[in-house]
């Protein structure tokens, strides 16, 4: 019944239940990344991205006021103020005064303080610490709380990232020094590749075979073999140290499957149009320049598409050929990795760090995406 005209076969459903589910995937990585960007730090310890919208329970440290806002009322030493700060809210489940026992009182208990004098704290985060001799020290008493806490979104995860004196300035220069590296790395192999793939596609000269066989093997080339070769000629020949030495590392990497792919494409591409050309007496960069480009779009905006991601998430070939001390050519994945190691748990910066990062990428990919499949699809039906 499945070869029955106008029925669907049961493989059918298959593709589209494996299709949506790689689809889901690839959304819940980026959607959680994208959510966790705009919570707070102990929102990010203490719940999952999903809960965002919804009230969690955090376990807070918190300081009363220091000891000189005491008052002195009727023999005693008072000191009483709010927890939590004013545009916070929160209610308290339990409290403690030591760190081993954070939720031994519970709200509207009495606490007695190890250097003399009473707490006691309420539900809502207000206190009042009383003593008959004056509170000693400049730094108030620490409460630890645990607390239900409203959801709460912020955009200062972003201002701190992009705009603080402290994290701004690497930022936008590696972003900068990012696209310095990808938008060289992405034309060059495709000005190179279009150029061969049009020789190996229609033209005829010795050894034409043998050239596609030597490029398909590369295709399988692993990376990391060519790593140190490369970096040492780069180094030999003064070119080590900069972006020259990356754009053209890129390049190679990239060459042999931007022509396996375009050539594939032009391949396929009506043999009538270019014998009219020829006949018609356009020279061969006419025709490649006034016809196969134009038609060869789809092939080439794939990988475009394919290389822009590749050279600006990449880190390794950054890390190996742009050798800065200074940090003048970081590029924004090494920046993130200093700021795992300055930063270690401060999640909300890193979060917001690795979004800043993928959303470039994102957008280039949604603008291009309709050409992705026609350029894979090149050469694949006659």
């Known amino acids: 019944m499945d070869n029955i005209a106008g029925t669907k076969s049961s493989l059918t459903w298959v593709v589209h239940i494996s299709v949506a589910l790689l689809v889901i995937l690839w959304l819940l990585p980026t959607i959680g990344l994208f959510v966790s960007s705009f919570r707070t730090a102990d929102q990010i310890a203490t719940s999952g991205w999903w809960k965002a919208l919804t009230a ?45 026992a954070i939720d031994a009182f519970k709200p509207g208990d009495t606490a007695d303080l190890r250097k003399g004098g009473t707490i006691t704290v309420q539900t809502d985060g207000s206190y009042r610490m009383e003593n008959t001799e004056a509170f000693a020290g400049k730094r108030g008493q620490r409460v630890f709380v645990v607390a239900t806490v409203p959801p709460e979104l912020t955009f200062e995860n972003y201002r701190a990232m992009l705009f603080s004196d402290e994290n701004a300035t690497g930022m936008v220069k590696a972003f900068f020094n990012t696209l310095t590296v990808t938008i060289p790395a992405t034309v060059i192999p495709i000005l190179v590749a279009a150029f061969a793939a049009y020789a190996l596609a229609w033209m005829d000269f010795p050894g034409r075979a043998l050239l596609i066989a030597v490029i398909v093997g590369l295709l399988v080339v692993p990376l990391q073999l060519a790593l140190i070769p490369l970096l040492k000629l780069h180094l030999n020949i003064g070119i080590g140290k900069g972006y ?5 590392a890129h390049t190679g990497f990239g060459l042999p499957l931007a022509i396996y792919l375009l050539r594939n494409y032009m ?10 050309a020829r006949v018609d007496g356009a ?40 050798i800065d001390a200074t940090g003048q050519t970081t590029v924004m994945t090494a920046q993130i990795v ?45």
């Open 56 to 100: 969690s329970e955090q376990n807070l440290t918190l300081r009363s006021a220091a000891p000189d806002t005491q008052v002195e009322t009727n023999g005693l030493f008072v000191i009483e103020g709010q927890l939590f700060d004013a545009a916070q809210e929160a209610e308290i489940s339990a409290w403690g005064i030591n760190s081993r």
């Open 338 to 382: 200093e700021l795992l190691g300055t930063y270690g748990g401060n999640w909300e910066v890193l979060a917001t760090a690795a979004f800043v990062s993928i959303s470039v990428p994102l957008i280039v990919f949604f603008t291009m995406q309709r050409y992705l499949v026609r350029g894979l699809l090149a050469g694949s039906v006659k």
């Open 244 to 248: 020259l030495g990356i754009w053209l």
């Open 283 to 322: 020279t061969e960069y006419q025709i490649f320049t006034k016809i196969i480009l134009p038609l060869s779009f789809p092939a080439l905006a794939s990988f475009a598409i394919f290389q822009f991601l590749w050279t600006w998430n990449d880190l390794l070939v950054a890390k190996v050929f742009l």
């Open 267 to 276: 391949v396929g591409l009506p043999r009538d149009i270019i014998e009219n």
